[in-house]
């Protein structure tokens, strides 16, 4: 009723120069591909096998997208020299030296690992946003829509995709390609970016909106990091 009367959750739309983004999909934040409290033992941030379920959707995702040059970027949580300041370590006890440049939990996961091509924004907040160069990349790339898949639903991916709704960006999030610790985490974060950020569209819409655009005529950056 709240929903309805509102009129919320209308469709924006995506436009003719998109992004994709992958979000921290990290050994740190992935785990293993096994029930979530199975692994926690060695991986305790990891999201498991749902994580893993949305690894598959995003590496198919990601043949579509190259195939068309649509420039694909991820982002890193990682800390450079200490962990003062990571502010997600005071609300989880894990070892977040863990976070540490050069740990192997920092690390993206090989199933999708970057491409030469590809450009890597590392960050330490939630939002990939949020002091990093990552606006003036998307200016210089022309791009008018960013596409988000990753983890965590309710966490950097919903953050950096209400971030990108600020800077003016026509946003979409793949329902199937984001995962959570928490199924109740991910679908309410899903429900609250259909209501009011941007359209929530499966892996499968993606591909079928990639394959109705041009292939881009502009390079991509061949900076395949950001520090």
């Excluded at 994580?51 to 590496?59: E, T």
């Excluded at 709704?165 to 679908?187: E, F, L, P, W």
């Amino acid at each position: 009723m709240v929903i309805e009367r509102g009129l919320y959750g209308q469709q924006r739309g995506l436009g003719s120069r998109p992004a994709i983004f992958i979000i921290d999909c990290q050994y740190n934040y992935i785990g293993d591909d096994a029930p979530i409290t199975e692994q926690q033992a060695t991986w305790p941030a990891g999201g498991g096998a749902a994580a893993w379920k949305a690894i598959r959707q995003i590496s198919d995702l990601l043949v579509s997208a190259r195939a068309k040059q649509i420039p694909v970027l991820y982002s890193r949580n990682v800390q450079r020299r200490t962990v003062q300041f990571d502010a997600f370590q005071y609300k989880a006890g894990w070892d977040h030296r863990r976070t540490l440049e050069g740990d192997p939990g920092t690390e993206i996961v090989a199933a999708i690992a970057p491409a030469p091509n590809d450009l890597v924004i590392d960050k330490s907040y939630a939002s990939v946003f949020w002091g990093t160069p990552l606006a003036t990349y998307l200016v210089m790339m022309g791009i008018d829509s960013v596409i988000f898949a990753g983890v965590s639903t309710s966490g950097c991916v919903r953050a950096s995709l209400v971030d990108a709704v600020m800077h003016g960006y026509k946003t979409a999030v793949v329902s199937d390609g984001t995962a959570d610790r928490i199924k109740a985490s991910h679908k309410v974060a899903l429900l609250d970016i259909w209501m009011k950020y941007g359209d929530v569209l499966t892996a499968a819409e993606v591909e079928t909106y990639f394959s109705g655009l041009p292939a881009s005529d502009r390079p991509i950056t061949s900076d395949a990091s950001s520090h």
